[in-house]
């Protein structure tokens, strides 16, 4: 059986505008990342029994409906273990049951398998079923995912893409923009952008840049109005993940190479 999409129009950075939510199963469905309430997702469920729901992640784009289905049609709601408090402050509902990288989750259609890929959210995950995963914000087909501070991790990120090359799914399903049909292909897409920004961002601090925005301005090579905050925190998270490395010296204020380098 295949995943069933629904569009649903809602407050979020993506350029789309909208936020997918996924369905897989009939008669003991599970509902992933309903972000509001509203007409496509409604009448996705309206023939449907919906026995779960769960999240990629707790962004408002993704989880803004949880309490809502949870309310109307009895089910089980779903959390990563260790993101319970994080995730009722974000769905505003406590979650039945909690889930780990690895468990799965009964459905009608058969299981769905929870894959760990932290990295834009801490407590992100992917949904796996033969061939097929809902992969939340871990990858798009066209452009890139905001991996920024303060509650993004690079490295985290970098890791969650190869895990997802090595399985080598035969599609992705995200929650931005169309389905991903070469899953290998984009997850080497993203990594080799993310190292690209890495570099520049290493080679800002060797040529001098100090602080934070001075790193921005070298790092960037384009107009980054309306984005501002996105690329600064995406610059963040590299100087943490380089500094981590060993690469260079980041005092939360201040930029500086590493002599040993």
């Given amino acids: 059986m295949d995943w069933h999409r ?12 909208s936020t997918a939510a996924y369905v897989y199963g009939d008669e003991a469905a ?7 309430a509203g007409d496509a997702l409604d009448s996705l469920l309206s023939d449907r029994s919906l026995a779960h729901i769960a999240l990629t992640h707790h962004h408002p784009d993704h989880a803004g409906a949880v309490a809502h289905y949870a309310r109307e049609t009895g089910a089980t709601v779903w959390a990563r273990r260790g993101r319970a408090s994080a995730f009722e402050a974000a ?24 894959i760990d890929t932290p990295g834009h959210a801490p407590e992100h995950v992917a949904f796996a079923t033969d061939g097929a995963v809902v992969s939340g914000d871990l990858a798009v087909a066209e452009g890139s995912v905001v991996v920024g501070a303060p509650e993004g991790d690079v490295r985290t990120y970098l890791a969650s893409l190869r895990r997802l090359h090595a399985r080598n799914p035969d599609v992705l399903l995200p929650g931005h923009g169309p389905r991903i049909e070469t899953p290998r292909e984009t997850c080497a897409r993203l990594i080799n952008h993310r190292l690209a920004r890495e570099r520049r961002v290493r080679d800002a601090v060797h040529d001098g840049a100090a602080t934070l925005d001075e790193i921005l301005e070298a790092a960037y090579e384009k107009d980054l109005t309306g984005v501002r905050d996105l690329a600064r925190g ?9 500094a981590v490395e060993g690469a260079i010296s980041w005092d939360s204020e201040r930029a500086a190479p590493n002599p040993a380098e």
């Fill in 6 to 17: 629904a569009d649903v129009s809602v407050p979020t950075r993506a350029p789309t505008g």
């Fill in 91 to 114: 769905t505003g509902i406590t979650p039945d049951r909690l889930f780990s990288g690895g468990t799965t989750i009964p459905t009608d259609a058969g299981p769905v398998t929870v």
């Fill in 30 to 36: 599970l509902l992933v990342d309903p972000p509001d």
């Fill in 234 to 242: 995406t610059v963040l998270t590299h100087l943490e993940k380089l």
